[in-house]
C-alpha cells in the first residue's frame, strides 16, 4: 500500500454519514471533520433550524444537512431516515453521538442512591441507550439491505469502570458498550460481513457540562475532582475534541476494515492507569 491508497481510504466523497448529536461539544468537531473529508453528513437534531445554523458555518469538501428527529423517538427516526434517503439517496454509516446526563441521575450530598427520581434513571437510560439502540435499528437496516456499512457508537470511560456518584450514565454507558458487541457480531453473521460497528470512549473533555465540576467557576482552577482526573491521566490534561478525530475517521473508513465490536478509549491513558 502507497501513501495515496492510504490518503484515498480517508476520502469520504459520495459517503453519507448519519450523525445523532452532531450539534454537541464534541459531535460538531466531528461533523466538521467529516464534511472536511468530502461526506455528506446527516445531523439528526432536535431542533432543526439551530442544528442547520450551526451546520451553514461548516465549510468543506463535503455538505452537512440538518433534519429534526430526536434519538429517543423511533417515529421521528423513521422520518428523518426518509427524508435522509431523499436528499442524499444512500447511508453509509452512522453515528451514534447523541448522549449526556442529567443532573439528578447522579448522587449528591443532598441526593442519596436510594432517592434518585425515577423520571431522571429514565431520561439517562432512554438518552443513552435506547437513544443509541433505536437510530440502530432504523438506519441499521438501510445497512443490512445493502449489505455493508458502519455503525460508530459514542460511550464513555465510566461505561468500563463506574465513576463515583455518576450511577446512571456509566450503567447506562456499560449497556452502550455491550449492545456494540452484540451489535457487531449479529449484524455479521446474520446479515454481512461488510457491516462494522465499534465505539469510542471518549475519556475527560472540559465541556459546558462538566466544566464548573472540573474547574472553579470564578478562579478557573481545577476543582478536587478535576485535581483527581489529572492525577490519574498520564497524559496530565483533558481532551480536546480535536483528539477524537484520528480515532473517529479511522474507526469509519476502511482503514479499519478488520475491526468490528470493539470500543476504543480516547482518554490520554486514564483506563491504563492504576493510579500508582
Ligand atoms: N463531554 C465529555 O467529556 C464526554 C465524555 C465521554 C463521553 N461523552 C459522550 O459524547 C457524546 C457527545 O457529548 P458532548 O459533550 O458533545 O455533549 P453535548 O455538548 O451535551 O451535546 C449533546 C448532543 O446530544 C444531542 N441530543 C441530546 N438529546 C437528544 C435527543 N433526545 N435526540 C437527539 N439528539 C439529542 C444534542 O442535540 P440537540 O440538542 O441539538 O438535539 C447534542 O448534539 C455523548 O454521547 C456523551 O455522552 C462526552
Not at 442512591?113 to 437510560?125: G, M
Not at 470511560?157 to 458498550?177: D, E, H, Q
Request: glycine fraction near 12%.
Amino acid at each position: 500500500m502507497d501513501s495515496a491508497e492510504l490518503t484515498r481510504m480517508y476520502d469520504f466523497k459520495g459517503r453519507t454519514v448519519v450523525f445523532t448529536g452532531g450539534t454537541g461539544v464534541l459531535g460538531r468537531v466531528m461533523v466538521r471533520a467529516l464534511t472536511g473529508c468530502g461526506a455528506g453528513v446527516a445531523v439528526i437534531a432536535r431542533d432543526r433550524g439551530r442544528a442547520a445554523s450551526l451546520l451553514s458555518e461548516m465549510k468543506g469538501a463535503g455538505r452537512a444537512v440538518a433534519f429534526e428527529g430526536d434519538a429517543t423517538r423511533r417515529e421521528d427516526l423513521e422520518r428523518a431516515a426518509r427524508e435522509v434517503a431523499e436528499e442524499f439517496g444512500h447511508v453509509d454509516c452512522l453515528v451514534n453521538g447523541a448522549g449526556g446526563n442529567h443532573p439528578q441521575a447522579t448522587t449528591r450530598p443532598d441526593l442519596s442512591f436510594f432517592d434518585l427520581p425515577e423520571e431522571a434513571l429514565r431520561f439517562v437510560f432512554d438518552l443513552n441507550l435506547l437513544g443509541t439502540i433505536f437510530p440502530s435499528q432504523v438506519f441499521g437496516r438501510l445497512l443490512a439491505e445493502r449489505g455493508e456499512g458502519v455503525i460508530l457508537n459514542v460511550s464513555s470511560m465510566s461505561a468500563v469502570r463506574p465513576l463515583t456518584r455518576v450511577l446512571t450514565y456509566s450503567a447506562a454507558k456499560a449497556g452502550v458498550n455491550s449492545f456494540t458487541q452484540w451489535l457487531a457480531v449479529h449484524l455479521a453473521t446474520e446479515y454481512s460481513p461488510r457491516i462494522r460497528v465499534n465505539a469510542v470512549a471518549p475519556g475527560f473533555f472540559l465541556t459546558e457540562q462538566n466544566r464548573f465540576l472540573l474547574t472553579d467557576e470564578e478562579t478557573g482552577e481545577l476543582t478536587a475532582r478535576g485535581q483527581s482526573i489529572i492525577a490519574h491521566t498520564p497524559m496530565r490534561r483533558f481532551g480536546e475534541p480535536e483528539d477524537l478525530l484520528g480515532t473517529v475517521l479511522w474507526l469509519l473508513s476502511p482503514a479499519s476494515a478488520f475491526i468490528t465490536g470493539i470500543v476504543v478509549p480516547v482518554d490520554g491513558g486514564f483506563s491504563a492507569f492504576g493510579g500508582v
